[in-house]
């Protein structure tokens, strides 16, 4: 079965600019998770879809946003790109995300770059 | 809050040599443990998934336990081939909220 699909693999956008990142589940997996990974702080969580629904929030600015659409598919979006937010960012895929349908698979990232 | 450690943080090994590397989790009241392999600007990879209510789980030259009473894993890998070369990251799901929690990851190196 397809695996977890990220679009696009690289990014470079500029200071002050906008971007909004894409991930495709597993076909069937309700929950959508999006995490930051950086050298630094390692992995930290952005948030949770599930049907359509955000059911967890880190603790990460407003101007970070995401959104889940009927076929599970879920976009992130960052406003107003600080040299920080220079990145990479997973989406994981799971059945549901709640007990024990908690496996996790991971699409290959977006790599972004803020210059 | 749940909080996960992977020691060691770096592990350097000569081909062939079998290896342990080590997850402690401080909230024992878990559903399962994930392990992971990242790849250098790659995403996770899922290598093995136990659940809370096994105590090993086992994929070709992989071997994970868990101790949930402890708040330990392990993974054994038999065998260590260059190709192994990656982090591992291990990975608690949560019981209430949708956050995994990860643990900082240990960089093996194996040298041919």
């Known amino acids: 079965k397809a695996g977890v699909t990220q679009t696009p693999r690289y990014l470079i956008k500029t200071r002050g600019q906008q971007v909004t990142l894409s991930c495709s589940p597993i076909?069937?997996?309700?929950?959508v998770s999006w995490y930051q990974q950086t050298p630094g702080q390692g992995l930290q969580f952005l948030f949770e879809?599930?049907?359509?629904?955000?059911?967890n929030k880190g603790n990460f600015p407003g101007r970070f946003s995401g959104r889940q659409f009927s076929n599970s598919r879920s976009e992130m979006n960052v406003s107003t790109l600080e040299l920080g937010d220079s990145a990479l960012y997973l989406c994981a895929s799971t059945l549901t995300g709640t007990g024990w349908n908690t496996e996790a698979f991971f699409g290959q990232g977006t790599r972004l770059t803020v210059v | 809050k749940q909080e996960v450690t992977q020691i060691p943080a770096a592990l350097s090994v000569p081909e062939g040599e079998n290896l342990v590397l080590n997850c402690s989790f401080t909230?024992?009241?878990?559903?399962?443990l994930q392990w992971f392999r990242q790849d250098p600007g790659k995403g996770l990879t899922s290598l093995l998934l136990?659940?809370?209510?096994?105590r090993e789980q086992t994929s070709g030259r992989l071997n994970a336990s868990l101790d949930k009473s402890s708040g330990r894993s392990t993974l054994y890998i038999a065998a260590s081939q260059p190709g192994d070369s990656a982090t591992y990251l291990c990975?608690?799901?949560?019981?209430?909220?949708?956050?995994?929690?990860f643990g900082t990851g240990t960089s093996l190196t194996v040298i041919p």
């Open positions: 136990i659940q809370s209510s096994q």
């Open positions: 076909s069937g997996h309700r929950s």
């Open positions: 909230d024992s009241a878990i559903y399962n």
């Open positions: 990975a608690v799901p949560p019981n209430t909220g949708n956050q995994f929690y």
């Open positions: 879809y599930f049907s359509e629904t955000q059911r």
